[in-house]
């Protein structure tokens, strides 16, 4: 499985990016995919996730109403929309991809979307920096 992220760069602050994430390699057909991001010195903490097939959005209160997650099936590729950024959303942003179920309904669901411990494969990361 390959991730790999793209879009990042230097913004200022009430600026917009869009991150890409162009998976390949993935066999599952029940997935779930995030965004995470890191400051050099903390935890990683995850920013969005969504599921396959009309699964859930999970957002944290720290974006909610600024970024939004997508996912394009054909052509596997995860987005994140982040509009509005802060200075505190500077970080590296990585995509990640985990396995999930398949619920009665047709959607896939995965358990705690926004805990890294969910996802098995991780993309190597592009760099976010929104000044002032």
């Known amino acids: 499985v390959q991730l790999v992220e793209s879009g990042g760069g230097s913004v200022q602050a009430g600026g917009s990016l869009r991150l890409s994430c162009a998976a390949s390699?993935?066999?599952?057909?029940?997935?779930?995919m995030g965004w995470f991001r890191q400051v050099p010195g903390k935890e990683r903490e995850g920013v969005a996730a969504?599921?396959?097939?009309?699964?859930?959005?999970y957002y944290a209160d720290s974006v909610k109403d600024r970024f939004t997650i997508s996912l394009d099936n054909a052509k596997n590729t995860l987005y994140l929309q982040m509009d509005s950024l802060k200075p505190e959303d500077t970080a590296m942003y990585y995509c990640?991809?985990?396995?999930?179920?398949?619920?009665?309904?047709?959607?896939?669901?995965?358990?705690?979307?926004?805990?890294?411990?969910?996802?098995?494969?991780w993309g190597q990361g592009t760099q976010v920096t929104v000044s002032t």
């Open positions: 969504i599921c396959a097939w009309g699964g859930s959005t």
């Open positions: 990640a991809a985990g396995v999930a179920s398949l619920e009665p309904g047709g959607y896939c669901y995965i358990g705690r979307p926004l805990s890294q411990g969910s996802y098995g494969y």
């Open positions: 390699g993935y066999t599952y057909s029940s997935y779930c």
